[in-house]
């Protein structure tokens, strides 16, 4: 209940309130009861109530979607939308993190919780930023007739290569330079100018890439792979060197020493070994 003045005789009165879903339209007096009204469409309240308009439906916030309806009893009850959680530092619902090149989603994230990420374990890789894939077993080179002459890390898979067909270490060091670049984080200013030295066939230098994001440079990155002769890869590390990122070219230089040496060991003794047996 609640107390009112009554109007007529002016004595206190226990009037009894309003149940959920409606509102008090008019108190009781001495001669009449209290009058309730139903919530219109587009609000609602919850509780026993003597208040005199019904509460206005709640509206989900950004990255936000509706979970419930509002109804005349309730409100309605918001969850992040698919991709996102709610962040208490942020009071707001973010984006999911993605587990970087090297890591695989060891829990997907909910509209409550945020990813959960773990390195690859010994003897697998993941070659991109991921928020739902796992890490993926490198390929055993040997099972397809093939010598290893890169063995995987957790950011790229083992590099395979045919002696009978061999071919420039270079050319297999291909396989690893578009992940290369997303294992190793540069900030968007020297990747694009990485990216506009990179030798074209006819010596010019690559398209502007002044406006380019992170995703359309490794596009850019994948392409010029693709068509690029082995000495335009041989170039590379020099080229990310002169853009002040010593550690990435000596990384990859020695990722293309590895290649070479094995080419140089292993195909070498395997095709003498097949001369003498023939």
Same mark, same amino acid.
């Given at each position: ?9 002016? $004595? ?5 309130r309003?149940?959920?879903? *409606?509102?008090l339209? #008019? ?9 309730? #009204? ?14 005199g ?24 009850q ?14 707001m ?7 970087? =090149?090297?890591?695989?989603?060891l829990t997907?994230? *909910? ?5 959960v ?12 930023s991921?928020a ?20 995987g890390?957790?950011?790229h ?43 074209s066939?006819?010596?010019?230098? #690559?398209?502007?890439t002044?406006?380019? $994001?992170f ?14 002769? #082995? ?8 080229i990310? $060197?002169?853009?002040?990122?010593t ?7 020695s ?22 047996? =023939?």
């Amino acid at each position: 209940t609640y107390e009112v003045t009554d109007p007529i005789t002016g $004595n206190p009165l226990h009037c009894d309130r309003c149940p959920p879903g *409606t509102f008090l339209r #008019a108190s009781c007096s001495s001669i009449k009861e209290r009058e309730c #009204a139903p919530c219109p469409q587009g609000s609602f309240t919850e509780l026993w109530n003597y208040i005199g308009r019904c509460l206005r439906c709640g509206v989900c916030g950004r990255n936000q979607v509706v979970k419930k309806e509002c109804t005349a009893i309730s409100d309605c009850q918001c969850e992040c939308k698919p991709g996102y959680f709610y962040s208490q530092d942020y009071d707001m619902c973010v984006r999911h993190s993605e587990c970087p =090149s090297g890591q695989e989603v060891l829990t997907k994230g *909910t509209a409550e919780t945020d990813t959960v990420c773990s390195v690859c374990s010994e003897g697998s890789f993941s070659d991109i930023s991921s928020a739902h894939q796992n890490c993926t077993q490198h390929k055993n080179c040997s099972d397809a007739g093939l010598q290893l002459v890169l063995r995987g890390s957790s950011w790229h898979d083992s590099v395979c290569a045919n002696c009978q067909q061999l071919k420039d270490g270079a050319e297999y060091l291909k396989e690893i330079i578009p992940p290369f670049f997303i294992h190793h984080k540069m900030n968007i200013k020297r990747l694009r100018r990485i990216v506009h030295r990179l030798p074209s066939e006819d010596g010019r230098k #690559a398209r502007e890439t002044r406006e380019l $994001n992170f995703s359309e440079l490794h596009s850019r990155i994948c392409s010029w792979v693709s068509s690029a002769t #082995a000495a335009q890869i041989q170039q590379l590390p020099d080229i990310v $060197n002169k853009m002040g990122a010593t550690g990435a070219s000596e990384k990859l230089q020695s990722k293309l020493n590895s290649i070479q040496t094995h080419l140089t060991e292993h195909c070498q003794s395997e095709i003498l070994s097949n001369a003498i047996l =023939s």
